[in-house]
């Protein structure tokens, strides 16, 4: 073996007992898990340590050397250990010629150092040829195997050689491998795993948002404006009522904001005349965080529906109940059946449950595990036209649940609206639009667009 190549170890001798041994500098979790599935997988492998003969447990049938001695017997080798003690390895230039290098290092935070830990490494090891990978896997994660959230291994570095050894090793190991390019994406994917979330941020903030928003609004508008005009202390409100108002609106606003910018995005296609043009980047990132937006709101459908599951219980409801029976008995007289409001009430109340229904084949069918079994067509029937019939179930349910007090002028206290009014504003224009999309003509010249994009794009 020429010093300066790289010497590959044919994949199908990985299982031979003359088979190249792969190396791991490290002996700590992820070392150890790493080691434990490289062997299962049918790789020898050989540990480099500090103290071969103190070092602790490592799996059985892996042997244990010196960092020198196990470096030469290898071609590639993990460096599973902190970048704080990667110094030693420039006393090991001769036995590291050559050799592919696996960094594997994450940071505690964002710019902890000047460069990235895998050009750092290069920089120390100038004749190796590095290649940055599996940071983003946990011991957890190796041990076990590939899960749904686990599966991807991504990959940088500068010699393609050697990152097409290291993706046969992980792809052997039964993950999927994302090549991103030279080392100088390090950084980026040293920063992955120090994510938290990334995805949900938008809608987590927009959410709480909202809840602030509606609960000192609903505040201000109930519990404030009885105190003030009318003497009465019922702030007792806030731990149900108050709550089971502003879950549900902030629960149809974010349900009506998963499909505006789907609206938004045909109204621009139809616009331009072509599906050619990029959308805005807010309208991209909009798009990409809908699944999530999805799932914080049927999160706060959900609370509406068990704050619902006990109005009956309630002491307050059950006072009031009581308090009124007594006074009818009281006074001799009996409240006359009303059937219209017989009609609002179990209206609303039955097709709030059936939009709540759908809501949750809704976000059933965003989870990996059940949308991975459906074809793209069956998916985007579920989330798009079942979504806009949830979308005006909900929508229905509200305006039903409103009835008449639209037009009644006591309901705008202090000249405010209701909290659902206004939760019925985003809903009712998508809704609109959407219905105006569906119209044959402009629906005619969307799928035109729509088809000719697909027709001549070359993916
Ligand atoms: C209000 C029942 C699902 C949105 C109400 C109210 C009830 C109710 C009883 C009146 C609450 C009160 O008097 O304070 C139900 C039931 C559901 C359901 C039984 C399904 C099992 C939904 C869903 C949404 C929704 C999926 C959409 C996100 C609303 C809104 C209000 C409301 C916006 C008005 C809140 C306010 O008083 O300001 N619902 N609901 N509901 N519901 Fe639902």
């Not at 990152?163 to 992955?192: C, H, I, N, P, Y």
Request: charged residues 15%; positive net charge.
């Amino acid at each position: 073996v020429k010093p300066e190549t790289v010497s590959l170890c044919p994949l199908n001798m990985a299982a031979a007992p003359e088979q190249t041994p792969l190396c791991i500098f490290g002996t700590g979790d992820l070392g150890f898990s790493l080691g434990r599935r490289l062997l299962q997988s049918g790789y020898r492998v050989v540990y480099g340590s500090r103290r071969p003969h103190s070092c602790g447990p490592l799996p059985p049938g892996t042997q244990v050397m010196s960092h020198g001695a196990a470096a030469q017997s290898a071609n590639l080798v993990f460096i599973c250990i902190h970048r704080e003690n990667y110094g030693f390895l420039e006393t090991l230039l001769p036995e590291l010629r050559g050799k592919v290098l696996v960094d594997v290092s994450n940071n505690l935070k964002k710019n902890q150092y000047p460069e990235a830990n895998a050009e750092y490494l290069q920089r120390l090891v100038p004749g190796a040829h590095v290649v940055k990978g599996f940071n983003t896997l946990s011991a957890w994660a190796l041990q076990n195997g590939p899960s749904d959230a686990n599966r991807q291994v991504y990959l940088c570095g500068n010699s393609a050689e050697a990152k097409q050894t290291v993706a046969e090793t992980a792809t052997k190991l039964g993950f999927t491998v994302l090549d991103r390019g030279s080392l100088s994406a390090a950084r980026e994917l040293e920063d992955f795993p120090l994510q938290l979330f990334p995805e949900w941020r938008m809608p987590l903030r927009l959410a709480v948002g909202l809840t602030a928003f509606f609960f000192f609004y609903l505040l201000i508008r109930d519990v404030i404006y009885a105190y003030v005009e009318q003497q009465k202390d019922i702030s007792f409100r806030i731990m149900v009522s108050l709550a089971n108002k502003v879950f549900p609106i902030v629960s149809l606003i974010m349900l009506s904001l998963c499909y505006l910018p789907g609206v938004i995005a045909a109204l621009l296609q139809l616009y331009r005349g072509t599906k050619y043009k990029r959308f805005p980047d807010w309208l991209d990132r909009w798009m990409l965080c809908r699944k999530q937006l999805g799932l914080v709101a049927l999160a706060f459908a959900s609370l509406h529906v068990l704050y619902t599951l006990l109005i009956p219980i309630r002491y307050y409801v059950r006072y009031k109940v009581a308090a009124s029976t007594i006074s009818q008995i009281k006074e001799n007289r009996t409240s006359e059946f009303d059937t219209a409001i017989a009609w609002r009430t179990d209206s609303y109340y039955s097709v709030g449950i059936l939009g709540f229904g759908l809501y949750l084949l809704l976000g059933i069918t965003s989870l990996p595990s059940v949308s991975n079994a459906l074809s793209w067509r069956e998916f985007s029937f579920i989330q798009s036209k079942l979504g806009y019939v949830t979308l005006l179930f909900c929508t229905l349910h509200t305006y039903l649940y409103g009835w008449n007090k639209f037009l009644r002028p006591s309901t705008y206290k202090w000249y405010t609206p209701p909290g659902y009014m206004l939760s019925l504003i985003v809903p009712t224009v998508v809704l609109v639009v959407k219905l105006l999309l569906l119209l044959p003509c402009v629906d005619r010249t969307l799928t035109r667009i729509r088809q000719g994009w697909e027709r001549t794009d070359p993916e």
